[in-house]
């Protein structure tokens, strides 16, 4: 039995498959959005629904005018979590962005633990750890 694949999904694996196989390696360019729609032959719709989700995840940056550029590889920090916790997403201020060096797009992740004060950590560079 065939499992359906939605065309942006493929598209977010073959990409992906790229970054990881270094021919589109941290820090450069991927093709225009042309460009993707030509390699792949997919519509302008998939393409831009493929770099929202790899945008959303922090994988990719878009920058107007510039293009859409592999992000630079992060080490991830561990952050312990225990039943009682409550974890929020959110998206930063501009203070925020500029005291931890966020790249724009990129949410935070606000963990709130009983007596202490809330641990507000960029949610690309956190791996959640339940205890």
Do not use: F, W
């Amino acid at each position: 039995m065939t499992v359906y694949e939605p065309a942006y999904r493929r598209l977010i694996r073959l990409i992906r498959q790229d970054i990881r196989d270094g021919k589109y390696p941290p820090g450069s360019l991927l093709p225009s959005e042309n460009r993707l729609i030509q390699i792949h032959e997919v519509g302008r719709d998939t393409v831009r629904s493929a770099l929202a989700v790899l945008r959303s995840t922090g994988e990719v940056v878009t920058i107007r005018g510039v293009g859409t550029r592999v992000r630079e590889a992060y080490d991830r920090d561990d952050e312990p979590v225990t039943r009682g916790c409550r974890i929020i997403a959110r998206m930063p201020t501009d203070e925020e962005m500029h005291k931890l060096g966020l790249t724009p797009g990129v949410p935070l992740l606000v963990i709130e633990k009983d007596g202490q004060d809330p641990v507000v950590l960029p949610a690309d560079r956190t791996a959640l750890l339940v205890e």
